[in-house]
C-alpha cells in the first residue's frame, strides 16, 4: 500500500527566512508553485510533497497541515460529517477539514 500522504504543508510569518529553513534542514528544493497548487512554494519531486505559502488568515494559513490523496474527493467530504469531522472549505481538488477531535487536515485528488 502506497502512502495517502500527498503533501504538507507549512505557513510562514517570513517566507524567505522559511525557504532558506526548511531548503537547508531537508536539502529540499522548493520552487515556486505551478497554476492550480495555490500560492507559495513547493517540492515537485516525489510522491508526498512539501509545501510552504505565506502566513494568511484563511483556513488552510494559520498551521501547518498535512493533505492526503483521495481517490473519490466528493465521496470522501461526505463521509467527514458522517464521523464527527468538520468541512471547512469544501473544494473540487482539494478541501480544508476538521477531524473529530479538531484537528485540521486536507483532503486532494490523484
Not at 3 to 14: H, N, R, T
Not at 63 to 72: E, K, M
Request: charged share 25%; proline share 11%; aromatic share 8%.
Amino acid at each position: 500500500m502506497t502512502s495517502p500522504i500527498s503533501l504538507i504543508e507549512f505557513p510562514a510569518d517570513d517566507p524567505a527566512r522559511a525557504r532558506r529553513f526548511w531548503t537547508e534542514v531537508l536539502g529540499i528544493q522548493l520552487e515556486d508553485r505551478k497554476p492550480g497548487e495555490g500560492e507559495g512554494w513547493q517540492t515537485h519531486e516525489g510522491q508526498a510533497e512539501f509545501g510552504l505559502h505565506e502566513r494568511g488568515k484563511g483556513p488552510g494559513d494559520t498551521v501547518s497541515i498535512p493533505y492526503f490523496s483521495v481517490p473519490d474527493l466528493p465521496a470522501a467530504l461526505a463521509r467527514v460529517p458522517e464521523l464527527g469531522g468538520t468541512l471547512i472549505h469544501p473544494g473540487e481538488k482539494w478541501a480544508i477539514c476538521r477531524d473529530s477531535e479538531g484537528s485540521p487536515f486536507g483532503l486532494t485528488t490523484p
